[in-house]
């Protein structure tokens, strides 16, 4: 049994007095949950002070992007190495967001899955077709090329460390989630990829995560199907409420 992720990402919200009131509330709220992984994805401003407030607590920290050079002549860019030194051990890879506003596409998430692992760092790659592409019915082909492109050239070692976040674009921040069936058939679709790529033992050992509008409403019954590991939480991660919830599965 995989243990279920819950990941915040708490996007370009919270200024660094924020992101400790926040990150303290969780402290004292999910101090006993231990049958979930916790991960809260602060903007970069707020990693060092959210990593002394988190420490020796459940709560994992991870970054929302990396560079994907460990060092460099490259202004203005984030190494995962100095991500993992202020206390990550996850970094958020190929957000939509990013693949949309700053046309990040399928080699250069590549490049910085590969680099995160070497960090040391497990990557939340994020795939996912928008609403065009679904209306369209290419859904599945835009999906394949997400983890194929992003996970090309990974040994079964690296790939069993990737943690994968299936986040339809259409429902992101619209209050519009995909069915519980529509995610799980889309991870079976997945899985059945990483099967093919790999084998059957490593694609069930890979980590499938939800993304769009989870809320407590929804958490349980897209937590109830067999292919879903977890959430990958924007909007109701930034409330420690309702963060809190999502954590313990209650509506
Ligand atoms: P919302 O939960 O706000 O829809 O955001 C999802 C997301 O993009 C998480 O990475």
Known sequence: MKKPIIAGNWKMYNTISQSCDLASQLV?????????????????????EVTKIIKNTNIRLGAQN???EKEGAYTGE???LMVKDVGCDYAIVGHSERRKYINED???????VRTTLEAGLYPIMCVGESLEEREKGVHEEIVYIHVTGGLLGLSEEEVKKVIIAYEPVWAIGTGKTATPLDAQSMHKFIRNTLSKMYNEDIANSVRILYGGSV???NIKSLMAESEIDGALVGGASLTASS?????????
Do not use: A, G, W
């Open 28 to 48: 004292e709220s999910l101090s006993l949950v231990k049958d979930v992984e916790v991960i809260i994805c602060p903007p970069f401003t707020s990693l060092s």
């Open 66 to 68: 990396i560079y994907f």
């Open 78 to 80: 984030i190494s995962p």
């Open 106 to 112: 399928n080699p250069l998430v590549n490049l910085k």
């Open 215 to 217: 809320k407590p409403e």
């Open 243 to 251: 963060f809190e919830r999502i954590v313990k599965f209650m509506e």
